[in-house]
């Protein structure tokens, strides 16, 4: 009978002893529960030491209801106007107004307003309007208004308002405002406003508006910048970079890998009539980006336009190269705006291009190709022609 006085005092406790003391009488043969699992019963509680449990080290506690709880074991419900603190084991469903905390295991259900706070492995739902921390493995969803931090293993679903933090292997879907990083290996899909990061191998998608990098990527990498080391899938973004091997694609307007070889243009053409680029080119692919200067006859006032091309070459002969591509031309007229031209145009060009290598730093080269310019606000063709360029490329092919 002195374990259960520990209940409390009080008419109401009282009562509960009663109970469960007549309930044990009624079932003399049932096996002796372990300290561990020992129902402890309910934890009224206005301050940790202000409670009907205050001191209590064994057993769980099935009903917590307070301002601010502390316990040993909670299998059952507990609310809390701040927030509780359980020593080992929660199962169950935990809401704290400010934060919950849980020195080991957690299953079930967490919600606090700032932040909760597991010790081990957590499994089940947690939702915390600032920052969830899991100190081992995490299983199922988490949901964090600014960050949720897991030491070990993330699987299922991860929610965080600003940046979420996997120490080591992490699968299922990830999705931050800001950034994704995992320590480890990832299987799934991360999607992130800023940067998604896998410190290892990557299995599935990363999406982000800015940067994905990743050591291995087996899947897609879609962002303003995608890094891999090595790449087997497909890389889409404005910049794509690789460091060992790719097996798969690589779509964007500057294209890096370790064969890539970077070479300075300088050509003139009846379009744009002096025009200086930089080629990225691969063994059979290449991206051009470049400017140009005037766009419309030496007459006129100065006009000024930026152009990008991407393309494939094939080897003829010895030094003789083939190579066609397609371009995007903006160009801005400045002034000429005043003598009725546009104020701005943009180009959809085709070119076929021989190359020369006179040299192996330096080839010279001839283009022949048709064009269409086209104003922004309006439909139909400004003007259209042929295309005629030629010129110098610098630096080793």
């Given amino acids: 009978m002195e374990r259960l006085r520990k209940i409390g005092i009080g008419m109401w406790c009282l009562f509960i002893a009663a109970t469960l003391s007549a309930e044990n009488a009624m079932s003399p043969v049932a096996p002796q529960e372990s300290p561990k699992d020992t129902s402890s019963g309910i934890n009224f509680s206005l301050w940790k030491n202000v409670a009907t449990q205050p001191t209590l080290t064994t057993g769980y506690t099935w009903l917590n209801v307070g301002a601010l709880s502390s316990m040993n074991r909670l299998k059952g419900f507990g609310l809390n106007i701040l927030g509780a603190t359980v020593r080992t084991n929660m199962s169950g469903v935990q809401i704290g107004g400010i934060s919950n905390m849980v020195g080991e295991q957690m299953k079930g259900f967490q919600f606090a307003g700032i932040s909760n706070m597991v010790g ?134 500057v294209n890096v890998g370790p064969s890539t070889r970077v070479q300075f243009m300088m050509f003139g053409g009846n379009v744009s009539k002096f025009n200086l680029g930089v080629r990225f080119k691969g063994h059979t692919c290449y991206t051009i980006l470049g400017l140009g200067a005037p766009h419309f006859p030496l007459s006129d006032k100065f006009s000024a336009s930026a152009f990008y091309r991407a393309g494939l070459e094939k080897k003829l002969f010895s030094q003789l190269y083939l190579s066609g591509d397609m371009g995007f031309r903006h160009t801005e007229t400045f002034k000429n705006k005043d003598i009725g031209r546009p104020k701005r145009l943009y180009s959809l060009e085709l070119r076929a291009n021989l190359e020369y290598r006179l040299l192996p730093a330096m080839g010279v080269f001839f283009t022949a190709g048709y064009g269409w310019d086209r104003q922004y606000n309006y439909g139909g063709n400004y003007d259209k022609g042929v295309i005629l360029e030629g010129g110098l490329v610098l630096f080793k092919y």
């Fill in 120 to 253: 081990e492995n957590m499994r089940g739902v947690t939702f915390s309007g600032l920052t969830t921390i899991v100190g081992d493995g995490a299983s199922g969803l988490i949901v964090s208004g600014a960050t949720g931090i897991v030491g070990n293993a993330a699987h299922g679903m991860v929610l965080n308002g600003i940046m979420g933090i996997t120490c080591s292997n992490a699968a299922g879907l990830h999705l931050s405002g800001i950034a994704n990083v995992t320590g480890d290996s990832f299987r799934g899909m991360e999607l992130a406003a800023g940067v998604n990061i896998a410190a290892r191998n990557m299995y599935g998608v990363q999406l982000a508006a800015l940067t994905n990098i990743a050591d291995s990527i087996r899947g897609a990498q879609i962002g303003l910048v995608n890094v891999a080391s090595s790449a087997k899938g497909l890389q889409l973004g404005l910049i794509n970079i690789y460091d060992r091997e790719m097996d798969g694609v690589q779509l964007g307007l």
